[in-house]
């Protein structure tokens, strides 16, 4: 990070006193480091210990000549290569989630177009605050980074998620988000689910599919070796867990939706399970026994839920970029239209599982990536080319409003 620019906002809160510590980590690092103070911020630190440790001006006020004849505020986010606002308080989110600029750090948020990372802190009702999550929603889905807070004891007396994450930690983001070469999903964090779910019947027999897990597998493993952050909520299969990949196993669709709604908020939803559709209403507590003569027991199926759509439809928490998939053996493109909007997905990949096709627990798929912007046919593939095309066609899709992009440079869309 040595020679990087770093315009740091400080906002108001008590743990405005910990950027002291990441001006110093960074300055430490080789980092320049110009301070913006709110009139807030400066209620918990003083400009002059901030200066003193950035060896740098500190800007506070937006209407000061001299400040605008030397460095006005657009020319304060142009020199800096990233923007850190830590801490963040609600009012700060707010205020950039609504576009104001009505002080000097709010007007260089709104001005730049430079990456942006966030450390939020705040009292632990006002980050569940719905205002507050929906406002961070809005940031994340506009690109901006964040450390998330963490969960601890407050000064206000109460507990919970809401406390400044430390410094060393907010400057290994920083650091991460300034590597040469940083990946572009770097600082995202994906949801992938995977494989077949289980439904039982008894404790011995359950209703499957065919369903190996190879391609959602693979898709975890390409988006994780792009810089994201993976979760992946895998059924019962019999692949390796990806490497540098989080996983969660289940075996039920019920709890598929279960483990994946504790997973968000994410980026990126990658839905390549192959749900079963129905579940045994009253699993058996005991083997169901054959009786000599008497029919077959009758097996009374009830619909298991939709985690894609569920997900999809999470509000606020809904992932930016939600992917579903339509394997098919009839009518192959009209049911990934139908799917697109019926589950209000983003993208759907589609592909022909019949079984003459092999793809179904085969190596290799081929696929059509139905959007609303119309279908692209990728040519059969290795189900890991798949994946790799898959994950840096998401990369580029995101894009990050451009913001990441002109900094990462050019997305490679070779592979
Ligand atoms: O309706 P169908 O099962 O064909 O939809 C396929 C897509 O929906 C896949 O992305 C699959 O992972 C997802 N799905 C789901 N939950 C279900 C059924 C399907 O997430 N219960």
Redesign the pocket.
């Known amino acids: 990070m040595s020679g990087k620019r770093i315009l740091l906002v400080i906002s108001g809160g008590i743990a405005a006193f910990k950027a002291l510590e990441l001006v110093r980590l960074l300055r430490r690092q080789g980092c320049g480091v110009t301070c913006v103070l709110t009139d807030n911020g400066g209620q918990f630190v003083t400009p002059l210990s901030l200066q003193a440790l950035s060896e740098s001006k500190v800007y506070t006020d937006l209407f000061s000549l001299t400040d605008e004849s030397e460095m006005g505020h657009i020319q304060l986010s142009r020199a800096a290569d990233l923007l850190v606002v830590a801490p963040a308080t609600a009012n700060i989110l707010a205020k950039m989630a609504g576009g104001l600029a009505d002080d000097l750090a709010s007007t260089v948020l709104l001005a730049t177009d430079k990456p942006v990372l966030v450390a939020p802190a705040m009292n632990v009702r006002m980050w569940l605050h719905p205002a507050t999550r929906a406002n961070m929603a809005t940031l994340k889905q506009r690109g901006v980074h964040v450390v998330e807070p963490t969960e601890g004891a407050m000064a206000c007396n109460e507990f919970g998620p809401g406390r400044l994450a430390e410094p060393p930690e907010i400057a290994a983001a920083i650091a991460a988000l300034l590597a040469p070469g940083a990946k572009p999903l770097a600082g995202r964090h994906a949801l992938v689910?995977s494989g077949p779910t289980h439904e039982p019947i008894d404790p011995v027999r359950y209703i499957a599919n065919r369903s190996s897990g190879k391609q959602g597998h693979a898709i975890a493993a390409a988006l994780a070796a792009l810089g994201a952050r993976v979760t992946l909520v895998a059924g019962p299969v019999s692949v390796p867990d990806p490497a540098g990949v989080t996983v969660r196993r289940v075996e039920t669709?019920a709890q598929?939706?279960d483990a994946c709604q504790s997973a968000l908020p994410a980026d990126i939803a990658v839905?390549?399970?192959?749900?079963?559709?129905w579940r045994v209403e009253q699993a058996a507590t005991g083997k169901i026994k054959k009786q000599p003569g008497a029919a077959p027991p009758a097996l009374a199926l009830i619909p298991?839920?939709?985690?894609?759509?569920t997900?999809a439809a999470a509000g606020p928490l809904r992932p930016q970029l939600v992917?579903?998939?339509?394997?098919?053996t009839d009518d192959l493109m009209a049911?990934a239209q139908g799917?697109l909007t019926r589950?209000n997905?983003d993208w759907?990949v589609a592909n022909d599982v019949s079984p003459e096709t092999g793809i179904m627990g085969g190596a290799e798929n081929a696929v059509h990536i139905v959007s609303a912007a119309g279908i692209e046919t990728w040519p059969r593939l290795a189900k890991d080319d798949v994946a790799r095309r898959l994950a840096q066609r998401i990369a580029d899709a995101l894009g990050y409003g451009g913001v990441i992009a002109h900094w990462f440079g050019s997305p490679d869309t070779s592979r």
């Open positions: 689910t669709a598929m939706l839905f390549a399970a192959a749900v079963a559709d298991n839920p939709d985690i894609l759509a997900i992917v579903g998939f339509a394997a098919e049911n799917k589950k997905a759907i």
